[in-house]
């Protein structure tokens, strides 16, 4: 005779398997007299309910997966880059290395703003956008603005 500890257990388990197992049902879309949209698996008694096609299909572990490891490997770029970047900062020679090059940059933006009759931007497609003055004033600010920033000590 088998225990009944046994049989309450093995019962138990075969309940657990049968509820975590996915069933496809339908799905009713149907408006009370209020003119509330309600959804669900049964719909109410005297409405005009719709039934909607649902289509659904098991996730993919693999796919799952790889996304999880994709973020995670994205993660780790960002703490790395941000290691970095504070391992930089911390470096009086890299960053004076980093004032310099951006001195000079905004240095030469401002000398092509001075020597150049129309000022323009290129667009996503390459295209050039020309400013017009307020636009040309702005950058030009915004380029004195850095170089003052970069380049004093």
Known sequence: MMNKHVIA?????????ATSL????DI??????DGTVHYGDRPAEGAQPERLAIASRPTDP????AM???RAAARAEAAAN???E???AT???ADAADRAEKCAKYRQQMQTLVSSRRVYREDEAGERVYLDEEETLATRQRVEDNIDKYCTP
């Open 9 to 17: 257990g093995t019962a138990s388990l075969l309940m657990l398997a």
């Open 28 to 33: 009713y879309k149907w408006t009370d007299l």
């Open 82 to 84: 941000k290691a970095a």
């Open 68 to 70: 999880t490891q994709a």
């Open 91 to 93: 470096d009086p020679q």
């Open 86 to 88: 504070a391992a930089a």
């Open 62 to 65: 693999a796919s799952v997966q």
């Open 22 to 25: 996915v069933f496809a049902s």
